[in-house]
C-alpha cells in the first residue's frame, strides 16, 4: 500500500465524518464512538502501510 493510498483513505473516513457531524445526524455518543472507530481503523491501515514498507527494505 503506498502513503498515497493510505492518506486517501484517511481523508475519506474524514470526510464521511465531518458530512455526518454537519447534517447534524450523530449525537454525542455516537461521535466518541466513531472517533475510536476511526482511530482504530486508521491505525490498522498505518501499521499495514508501514509493514509493508518494511517488506520492501528486506
Sequence with gaps: ???DLY???CNIMIYGFKS???QGLLRK???IGLL???EIISNKIFNIFINEELDLLY
Design 36 to 38: 475510536k472507530n476511526e
Design 7 to 9: 492518506l486517501m483513505c
Design 29 to 31: 455518543r455516537d461521535v
Design 1 to 3: 500500500m503506498s502513503f
Design 20 to 22: 455526518n457531524v454537519n
